[in-house]
Antibody, heavy 117, light 108 residues
Framework: EVQLVESGGGLVQSGGSLRLSCAAS????????MHWIRQAPGKGLVWVSA????????RYADSVRGRFTISRDNAKSTLFLQMTSLRAEDTAVYYC??????????WGQGALVTVSS | DIQMTQSPSSLCASVGDRVTITCRAS??????LNWYQQKPGKAPKLLIY???SLQSGVPSRFSGSGSGTDFTLTISSLQPEDFATYYC??????????FGQGTKLEIK
């Protein structure tokens, strides 16, 4: 079974840091683009960041560029999102997502990040 | 960035109804349009990719159409499990991938 499981969410003060992890299983992780997509409470979906299959290319939304860093460990089939200088507006559920082509076909259950001001 | 606008934002319908949700892009996106379903407290689920291709395992009552700037998601006969929020997403010009604001489908 293809599965993505996020961890590392929690409550952090404004200006603080947090690192999300996403453990992948059931597929060859190293062959896929992987993304982080977030959803603020009661709001819609917002793309955050993506990383190429071999980790050589990373992309970021303007709102997080310079503060968030996406990375991956293909040997451990794990995706990461290092978040620094967190703001109240970063409060959201963060989803780890697989992208085989141009759609998002597998989503994790989500990790809640709450930034208190 | 390409803006995606869905209509309506919310919709009340009954089991057995035929329902159509519309998504409009701020510029042409060819057929690079995907649809997702999200139930409360759950992650989104891919329904339709490339405007009209049904994702494996998705019931055939779901269908998508359109190209360019205007797209539709149709549910031919609503089932109780279909009441959820639906999102469109463009993958034509990325980053960023952009989503519509969502359409909440509620029971009448």
């Amino acid at each position: 079974e293809v599965q993505l499981v996020e961890s590392g969410g929690g409550l952090v003060q404004s200006g603080g840091s947090l690192r999300l992890s996403c453990a992948a299983s059931g597929f060859t992780f190293s062959r896929y683009w992987m993304h982080w997509i977030r959803q603020a409470p009661g709001k819609g979906l917002v793309w955050v960041s993506a990383i190429y299959a071999d980790g050589s290319n990373a992309r970021y939304a303007d709102s997080v560029r310079g503060r968030f860093t996406i990375s991956r460990d293909n040997a451990k089939s794990t995706l990461f999102l290092q978040m620094t200088s967190l703001r109240a507006e970063d409060t959201a559920v963060y989803y780890c997502v697989r992208a085989p082509t141009t759609s998002f076909d597998t989503w994790g259950q989500g990790a809640l990040v709450t930034v208190s001001s | 960035d390409i803006q995606m606008t869905q209509s309506p934002s919310s919709l009340c319908a009954s089991v057995g109804d035929r329902v159509t949700i519309t998504c409009r892009a701020s510029q042409s996106i060819s057929r690079n349009l995907n649809w997702y379903q999200q139930k409360p407290g759950k992650a989104p689920k891919l329904l339709i990719y490339d405007a009209s291709s049904l994702q494996s395992g998705v019931p055939s009552r779901f269908s998508g159409s359109g190209s360019g700037t205007d797209f539709t998601l149709t549910i031919s006969s609503l089932q109780p499990e279909d009441f959820a929020t639906y999102y469109c997403q463009q993958s034509y010009a990325t980053p960023p991938d952009t989503f519509g604001q969502g359409t909440k489908l509620e029971i009448k």
